[in-house]
């Protein structure tokens, strides 16, 4: 089975500075992670993945996640954070064996003027 | 491309009657997923599509529930009948083969059930 958890409901970080979305993952083979970011009134966009290969990836908009195999995570990240990066995100983990994608409960980021 | 596209954007009925969503992928892709998403569940997968096939219905959360994906441009998703509970919105996504490809998501019904 595979899983995925995303620790906080919300975050909170002031314009400029650096943020950091909270995932850790579970899966019985290689794991493929994805972020997904969804704005209100929105479906879900593509941030960025990891396959394999270079553990930090980077993606769309800025953003970019450090994959973790010891620690089991992936966390997002941005170093300098914008008033409209404010949105709800979603970690996702896929078995690579495996086409269904697991998403997490997503976590709110409030970005503070 | 278009996207993933989606009809209604928004749906209001009574309950009892049946409801029916419509998706169109984006073309080229051969895998498709029927997502609803609630305050209280989060985002849940219904059913996935795998050239036309229906791979895992697991998530469909009941008999009134039923899809179809009769080509590789269409699906539906129907309830019937609908009861107030199914109020959420409904979201297809597609993506092209392999497990290490990105879903697109449409822009999702909202359905309310009165």
């Known amino acids: 089975a595979q899983s995925v958890a995303q620790p906080e409901d919300q975050v909170n970080v002031a314009e400029g500075n650096p943020l950091t979305v909270k995932c850790t993952y579970s899966?019985?083979?290689?794991?493929?992670l994805f972020w997904y970011v969804q704005y209100p009134n929105r479906g879900l966009q593509f941030l960025l993945k990891?396959?394999?290969?270079?553990?930090l990836v980077k993606g769309s908009y800025g953003f970019e996640a450090e994959f973790n195999k010891s620690q089991t995570s992936f966390h997002l990240k941005k170093p300098s954070a914008l008033v409209s990066d404010s949105a709800l995100y979603f970690c996702?983990?896929?078995?690579?064996?495996?086409?269904?994608?697991?998403f997490g409960i997503g976590t709110k980021l409030q970005v503070i003027p | 491309d278009a996207g993933v596209i989606q009809s209604p954007r928004h749906e209001v009925t009574e309950m009892g009657q049946e409801v029916t969503l419509r998706c169109k992928p984006i073309?080229?892709?051969?895998?498709l997923f029927w997502y609803r998403q609630t305050m209280m569940r989060g985002l849940e997968l219904l059913i996935y599509?795998?050239?036309?096939?229906?791979?895992?219905d697991s998530g469909m959360p009941e008999d009134r529930f039923s899809a179809k994906m009769p080509n590789a441009s269409f699906s539906t998703l129907k309830i019937q009948p609908s009861e107030p509970r199914d109020s959420a919105v409904y979201f297809c996504?597609?993506?092209?083969?392999?497990?290490?490809?990105?879903?697109?998501f449409g822009p999702g019904t909202r359905l309310t059930v009165t």
């Open positions: 073309s080229g892709h051969n895998s």
């Open positions: 996702a983990v896929r078995d690579g064996g495996y086409q269904k994608v697991t």
């Open positions: 899966v019985s083979g290689n794991p493929y």
């Open positions: 599509f795998n050239n036309n096939v229906p791979i895992d």
């Open positions: 996504a597609s993506s092209g083969g392999g497990a290490a490809n990105e879903q697109y």
């Open positions: 990891y396959i394999t290969g270079d553990n």
